[in-house]
């Protein structure tokens, strides 16, 4: 039972830090003064710092099964590599105009279409596609497109301006309120 109380809870802690991830990063991006870059070079320390560092000192005190080998090399490395290139996307995609109030719904509904069909592919499981796999997939499908297409129509709407804007000065990041999502 306890195992499956921690199952969840870091369940939880990964849907919070996704979730939370695009509307920070943009807000840091925008604090850099709407720089590409510089803020993909903070995630790849963030990500040195937590995904090499934590590791290496959690095999040092507590050591684990497993070995080192090539498959295993080469597979983790397209794996964070394709994590880094997803961060270069969102980052590209806040740059040219994107707002976390659309850009990170539509990332994370499309996602796991993906990884369901990558994962039939990587495995040659087409065959063990039953009706049902196959009609919930394309159900998702469909769900996901509607909810894109929702997202963008709710989200072009909310920025068409009525009156002029506020200017908004830079100052305020770090501190008091604000929509997370501008």
Sequence with gaps: MTNKLLVFAFIGLTFFCWGAYGPVLHRGQMA???????????????????AVIVPIVMLNLYGEKGTWNAAGIIWSLAGGSLGAIGALGIILAFTYGGKPSYVMPLVFGFAP??????????????????????????????????????????????????????????????????????
């Design 32 to 50: 850099m003064g709407h720089s590409r870059y510089r803020p993909l070079i903070c995630v790849g320390l963030a990500y040195f710092a937590i």
């Design 113 to 182: 279409i993906i990884n369901a069909f990558f994962t039939i592919g990587i495995n040659r499981a087409y065959r063990e596609m039953s009706p049902t796999l196959l009609g919930g997939m394309m159900a998702g499908i469909i769900m996901v497109a509607i909810g894109g297409f929702l997202v963008l129509f709710c989200a072009n709407r909310a920025q068409t301006p009525h009156a002029p804007p506020a200017q908004q000065s830079h100052a305020g990041y770090g501190g008091g309120g604000g929509d997370l999502s501008s």
